[in-house]
């Protein structure tokens, strides 16, 4: 099992530009999500999807929209970057919401830097 | 979900345990405490969970509190490998969402 993978890894972007992220997992999990995470900081949650059809806004929404393609995928598209979103994006699934507890499984990041 | 509080930084030496501890006062009767930590900016990794009673698994303990106001994880051994941030997150199973907050920033030296 590769379990979460983002892509790209790495990625420049000028402002204004836009780009999607992509996230995939194997593990057959219902519920997705995406964090970023600043220099220093702890991650902070961006959208969620808590199974196949349903998106919902996190704590930091704006300027981002996702876009839940299957079970399998989790895009986040930056539709007209800005520097403020140079960020570590980290895309996670887990089990049901209802399932036993929530340990959420984490992707390696993508770093993005907008100038 | 209910706030919680972490000190930003600790030292342990290694092969001694690492106690990290965490205030939640605000937390809720039907709200978990979760533990994560992540090593050197990779994603976070899960650790342990616990509503009331104390739990243990191969890689940590913790340690909640009878009024559930604050909590322990308890590394028994730490070694270099363990140095990471740790964040402990107050959260209800359904929903799935985690608030991460600051963590605490544990350095395991020789």
């Known amino acids: 099992n590769a379990g979460v993978t983002q892509t790209p890894k790495f990625q420049v972007l000028k402002t204004g530009q836009s780009m999607t992220l992509q996230c995939a997992q194997d593990?057959?999990?219902?519920?997705m999500y995406w964090y970023r995470q600043d220099p220093g900081m702890g991650l902070r949650l961006i959208y969620y999807?808590?199974?196949?059809?349903?998106?919902d806004k996190g704590e930091v929404p704006n300027g981002y929209n996702v876009s839940r393609l299957n079970k399998r995928e989790f895009s986040l598209r930056l539709e007209s970057a800005a520097p403020s979103q140079t960020s570590v994006y980290f895309c996670?699934?887990?089990?049901?919401?209802?399932?036993?507890?929530?340990?959420?499984?984490f992707g390696p990041g993508t770093r993005l830097t907008v100038l | 979900d209910a706030k919680t509080t972490q000190p930003t930084s600790m030292d342990c030496a290694e092969g001694r345990a690492a106690n990290l501890p965490c205030n939640h006062s605000?937390?809720?009767?039907?709200?978990?405490v979760y533990w994560y930590r992540q090593i050197h900016s990779q994603g976070p990794q899960y650790i342990i969970h616990?509503?009331?009673n104390n739990e243990t698994n191969e890689m940590a303990s913790l340690i909640i509190t009878e009024d559930r106001k604050s909590s322990t994880l308890i590394l028994p051994h730490a070694t270099l490998r363990d140095t990471a941030v740790y964040y402990c997150?107050?959260?209800?199973?359904?929903?799935?969402?985690?608030?991460f907050g600051q963590g605490t920033e544990l350095s395991v030296k020789p």
């Open positions: 593990m057959n999990h219902n519920s």
């Open positions: 997150i107050a959260s209800y199973n359904q929903g799935g969402k985690l608030i």
């Open positions: 996670a699934s887990s089990e049901a919401p209802g399932g036993s507890y929530n340990e959420q499984f």
């Open positions: 616990g509503l009331k």
């Open positions: 999807s808590a199974s196949e059809g349903t998106t």
């Open positions: 605000t937390i809720s009767g039907n709200e978990y």
